[in-house]
Every structure is written in structure tokens, then in C-alpha cells.
């Protein structure tokens, strides 16, 4: 084989690893994996599953009279039956990284595959199915079955978690509650082995002088004439449950002073101590702590998104972010580590997917818990979660015909593949989708799924649609006029006075973004620059703005604030030299929606997706597509 290939693949290979998060190497990518969601514009998610809704023979009792559609309720019950049934085999994460300076986008997948194996002394059981279409689907398309239970990564729900801590408190109480068995229901072999039982008790007790600190039932050499028949079995060397249970009542009831331990083949009694019983029971909980710790796993990533709770992370899982992190102090590592936890704390992702209806329902039954009956208490439990959610699906066919149109991913994405604004890039470490195109592995969907949201949303926003290029069903450019909230301006080409005024402060010579080859990942979607920085563009004709004169600075708010006849001239005074504008304030709703538009119009010019808080999102954002029911959509609002 030629050196280059040689070199070639094991760089593929050694790329790979960044974005194949395996059960060994995730403790390695869990402050990455957590870094980058802090940072990134917005998520794309994808999952694959051991079994999937079974197709309808015949018309569900949710369907209408004719047959033809469900009702949105039926079919989240049917979604939810197959979710608490199947399991989430496999996740892909694609997060997006935006630089607002070159109009670029960065986009790092990685893969994952989840292990459904609980760790059996958490005390909590986790049953599930495999659907043999599905698994039939999965081997075809290159999943290997074993991945999960070799590769995958441990994880405990919400649910479970808190399952795990009650199973441990009802324990403490569990031996006062079991019930006892009455001497009348005892048979005569059992009289006989509790009695003897009792001698054994009390001669120990009554010893004097150096003795034993403890007594085990049945003792090492064995219990004399042990060997009986009868539901007591031999207890001559070992004890069955049903003996310990007998030994356990026992001292419980006649030696108030004592405790019984239960051993694998025998029962140890020791002296009552207050200190050391209150010691082994917070030495129980730390063990559980530990326990769920261990378990966690993907949880960790998923509290991340939802701003959830990441105190009992310990901060040194951060130290491979911080550069020079051999020399870092404790203050310095822990200070990193609540600023993390800080912001994504403070700014919940926003979450992308296509189809996402299904995948919502079934991450929520993995990793939070038991889904509610009603869809509109998943609905609001949904958006407590993630205040915004984005459905490719549902942009793509936004206001298309009842028939259902074709709207797969990879459709989608071939439809809008000439499109080459805004730009895209794989980032280098996480190139293995650049070479192979694995359908149906969850992590190459995410990456089609990210790529599809920033082209889609482009082409959304009213740009003119690539030339010959089939579309079935990529939904025209939306007029907001038809919105019910009437917002200020039009996603696809109205221009509010606003807007007109705030683009002669930008410099129309500007060089277009778009043709940019180069990237960073250190701009956030939301764009938090002053306003006097947004307008320090100057017009070919204009003089360089001296920004650090306060006249300089009422000249140019003042441009922006020119009143008409119908505006109040506000800040004016009676003698005031009507020539001269006046000075706008920067805390008043017209300035705001000034500093918006320049915004949103920087934004458009950079070819970039229009901010999460514009109304653009009010048409699309929320909202689920669910073909084959009456409703048609699952708006989250």
C-alpha cells in the first residue's frame, strides 16, 4: 500500500475518535462534548431505536369516520407505547458553531451509542424490547448489534434515579417492615431451629471472660444434630433465606440489644452500636452517590442541554479544556468549571431535528421518565425542557398540500445541496462524514440534519431557489402578514422604515462574507454588541465617526431619529432650533427596534439564519410535523 494511503487512514481513523464517543474514551470527550454545547448556536439531534411504531392494518380508534386520519392524541399514545417498549439504541449530536464576522458556519458530529444495561446493585430494573423490522432495518444499513452493550455509554434517568434513592430509603426501614411469620404457622423443624437458635443467643450472652465480639449462625465447625429434613433442609454449615428470615425475627424481637447481619451462607449477630449503625448508613448513601455517579453517563450531556443540575460532576473531568492544565490551581479549575455550568445553566441550546415529534417522545422516556398520558402535558413538560425546538420537517413542508409530500432528510438535503451559501464547514478533527455517508447512522443524520436547518432557513427567508433542481415539497418563503401576532416585518422581503434608515449607516462597499474560506467557532449566534458598535460602519462618502465625541454620537442616533409630521418631536423644548434632530435615547422601545434591525439586517447580509428570538422562528419554531393525523402539526406554543 502506498505511504499516503497508509497516512490517509490512519488520520481517518485517528479523526474518528474525536467524533465516535465510545464507553471507554468518554471521559475523555465528556468536557468536550460539554464545551461545545456551551458554545454552539444551536443542536441537531438524531436517534436510533430497537423498534419503531408498528404499521396500521386496519384503522386505529383514534382514526376518523372514514378512517383516513388519527387524532393527534391517538397517535402520541401509539409513539409513547412503542417508546416505553423499545430503546434508544444509538444518538448523534451535531453541534453548530456560528462566526457572525465571515458568515461561516462549523459544524462537529459526533456518535454515540447508548448500553440499556443497568448496574443491578442500584436496585433498579430497566426492561426493554427488540422489534425484529427494526433490527432487520438497523443490520442493514451497517449497525453492528453488539456496539451498544460493548461500546455504549451507561446512562440513568431521572426516574431511575430517584427509583434508586427510595429503593435505598424504604431499605433502612425494610427489615421493621417485613412481616413475621407466627409460631403457628411454623412447622415443628422450624420450633426446633429457632430454639436452638436461641441457645446458641444466649449462651454467647452469658459467656464471661474473654469471648468472641460477634456469634455467626451456623457457627464454622456447624450446628450439632444440624442436618434435618423437612422445609428446613440441612442447616448444619449454611442457612436457606427462609432460616436467616427466622434468625432475623428473632433477635429483632427478643434481643433489642443485638443486630443481625445477614452473610452469603450464614447470619452474624453483634452488640447494638449507635455510632457505628448511623456510620454504615451514610456509608450506604456515599456508596449509592458513587454508584449513580458511575452511571450517569450520557445524562450528564442531557442535563447539559436542558439546564439541569451538573453540581455532583467532579470539576477535574474539565482539566482537558484548560490549556496548560498541568500548572492549573484548584481555584482556577474550579472557577472554569463554574462558568461552564453557568452558562448552560443560564442558555438552553436550541434543539433541531427532523421528524422530531418521534424522537422528542422517546429521549424523554430514556432520560427523564414516564411519559405523561395527555399530549398536552407532554407538550408543556417538552417545552420546560427546551423553550425551542426546530423541526426540519415541519419547515419543509410548512404550508404544502394534505397529500403528504416526500420529506426525508436526505432528499431535503440532496434538494438543497447546490446551495452554497451560507458556508459550511466540517470541523478537521470531525471529518469522517466527508468521506463516508452512513444513512441511518445516527451522527451522519444529526450532520445532514444542521446542514439542512442553515440552508433551509435561507432559503425560507425568500433568496431566490436554486435553478433546475427538483423540489416535491421545500415550502415557499412565508409573508408574516398572515402571522396572528402582526409583527413589525415580513420574514421573506418587507422592509420596515426602520430598516431602511438603520442600512445607510452600513457601508454598502462591504465585501460579500459569503466567499469566505476561513472559520471560527468563537461567535455566538446571539450577537450582543452595542448599538454604537452595530453602526460604526461608515458610507463611502462619510467621514471616519469619531465615537469617542458625544456630539459625534448625537449626530448619527439623531439620523436614525428623524421625526416625520406624524412622530412627537420628543426631547424637544419651546425655542428649540427645529433644524436640529433630536437626541434619541437609547433606553426607548424605537431605539431598541433600531438596534434590532441593523441586526437582523448584518445577519442577512452575512447570509446568516435569522436570530432565535426573530419573529421568523415564531412561524417555524415550536412546531412538529405529524403527517397522517387531523392536526397535522404538534405545536409545542
Not at 47 to 63: D, K, M, N, T
Request: proline residues 7%; contains cysteine; neutral net charge.
Amino acid at each position: 500500500m502506498p505511504h499516503f494511503l497508509v497516512f490517509f487512514h490512519l488520520n481517518s481513523k485517528a479523526r474518528s475518535l474525536n467524533m465516535d464517543v465510545t464507553r471507554q474514551s468518554f471521559s475523555q470527550h465528556l468536557p468536550r462534548l460539554l464545551n461545545d454545547l456551551a458554545k454552539s448556536s444551536f443542536v441537531a439531534v438524531d436517534l436510533e431505536f430497537s423498534g419503531i411504531v408498528p404499521r396500521q392494518s386496519a384503522p386505529s380508534p383514534g382514526s376518523n369516520l372514514w378512517g383516513e386520519k388519527q387524532t393527534l392524541q391517538t397517535r402520541y399514545e401509539e409513539v409513547k407505547e412503542a417508546a416505553d417498549t423499545y430503546q434508544v439504541l444509538q444518538i448523534g449530536l451535531t453541534f453548530a458553531m456560528e462566526d457572525g464576522e465571515t458568515g461561516t458556519y462549523v459544524l462537529r458530529p459526533y456518535n454515540l451509542h447508548i448500553n440499556p444495561v443497568l448496574d443491578e446493585r442500584l436496585g433498579v430494573e430497566r426492561r426493554w424490547s427488540y422489534q425484529s423490522r427494526a433490527v432487520e432495518f438497523l443490520i442493514k444499513n451497517g449497525f453492528r448489534m453488539e456496539a451498544p452493550f460493548v461500546e455504549g455509554l451507561p446512562y440513568l434517568s431521572r426516574l431511575e434515579e430517584q427509583l434508586a434513592m427510595t429503593k435505598l430509603a424504604e431499605s433502612e426501614n425494610s427489615t421493621a417492615k417485613i412481616a413475621d411469620i407466627k409460631p403457628e404457622n411454623m412447622d415443628p423443624e422450624s420450633h426446633t431451629f429457632v430454639a436452638k437458635v436461641r441457645g446458641l443467643i444466649d449462651s454467647w450472652i452469658d459467656e464471661i471472660g474473654d469471648k468472641e465480639e460477634y456469634l455467626n449462625i451456623p457457627e464454622p465447625g456447624g450446628l450439632e444434630n444440624g442436618n434435618m429434613a423437612g422445609p428446613l433442609g440441612s442447616w448444619r454449615f449454611a442457612l436457606n433465606s427462609y432460616q436467616k428470615r427466622l434468625v432475623h425475627q428473632l433477635v429483632r424481637a427478643e434481643y433489642p440489644s443485638l443486630v443481625s447481619i445477614s452473610r452469603k451462607t450464614f447470619v452474624q449477630i453483634i452488640p447494638y452500636n449507635k455510632q457505628r449503625e448511623e456510620y454504615i448508613r451514610v456509608d450506604k448513601w456515599r456508596t449509592l452517590r458513587e454508584r449513580i455517579v458511575q452511571q450517569m453517563g450520557f445524562r450528564w450531556i442531557v442535563e447539559g442541554m436542558v439546564g439541569g443540575d451538573l453540581s455532583a460532576m467532579d470539576p477535574r473531568v474539565f482539566l482537558p479544556c484548560i490549556p496548560d492544565s498541568a500548572t492549573v490551581d484548584a481555584e482556577a479549575l474550579s472557577n472554569y468549571s463554574d462558568d461552564l455550568r453557568s452558562k448552560l445553566k443560564s442558555r438552553q441550546p436550541v434543539l433541531v431535528g427532523h421528524n422530531l415529534f418521534t424522537d422528542l417522545i422517546n429521549f424523554y422516556k430514556c432520560f427523564i421518565g414516564n411519559l405523561p398520558d395527555r399530549i398536552e402535558d407532554f407538550k408543556e413538560a417538552i417545552h420546560s425542557l427546551f423553550p425551542l425546538v426546530i423541526d426540519t420537517k415541519y419547515m419543509a413542508t410548512h404550508n404544502c398540500s394534505s397529500v403528504t409530500p416526500s420529506s426525508s432528510l436526505a432528499e431535503i438535503n440532496d434538494n438543497l445541496a447546490m446551495r452554497k451559501t451560507p458556508k459550511i464547514f466540517i470541523d478537521p478533527e470531525h471529518d469522517k462524514y466527508v468521506v463516508e455517508k452512513p444513512l441511518h447512522e445516527a451522527g451522519y443524520d444529526s450532520l445532514l440534519t444542521a446542514k439542512v436547518l442553515i440552508k433551509l432557513t435561507v432559503e425560507l427567508q425568500g433568496e431566490a431557489p436554486i435553478a433546475n433542481v427538483p423540489r416535491p415539497c421545500i415550502a415557499q418563503p412565508v409573508v408574516l402578514d398572515d402571522w396572528p401576532r402582526a409583527p413589525l416585518r415580513t420574514a421573506s422581503r418587507m422592509r420596515s422604515r426602520v430598516e431602511n434608515k438603520a442600512k445607510k449607516l452600513i457601508d454598502i462597499g462591504e465585501p460579500d462574507c459569503s466567499d469566505s474560506q476561513s472559520f471560527s467557532s468563537s461567535t455566538s449566534i446571539f450577537d450582543r454588541r452595542s448599538s454604537s458598535e452595530l453602526v460604526a460602519i461608515s458610507t463611502p462618502k462619510q467621514s471616519p465617526v469619531d465615537w469617542s465625541k458625544e456630539s459625534e454620537v448625537s449626530r448619527i442616533r439623531s439620523l436614525l431619529s428623524t421625526p416625520t409630521q406624524s412622530e412627537p418631536l420628543a426631547g424637544r423644548t419651546h425655542g428649540t432650533d427645529k433644524s436640529q434632530p433630536p437626541f434619541m435615547d437609547p433606553s426607548s422601545p424605537f431605539w431598541k427596534l433600531q438596534e434590532r434591525a441593523m441586526i437582523q439586517h448584518k445577519r442577512k447580509r452575512a447570509r446568516l439564519i435569522p436570530q432565535f428570538l426573530d419573529d421568523f422562528w415564531g412561524i417555524y419554531g415550536n412546531k412538529l410535523r405529524v403527517f397522517g393525523t387531523l392536526e397535522e402539526i404538534c405545536d409545542l406554543n
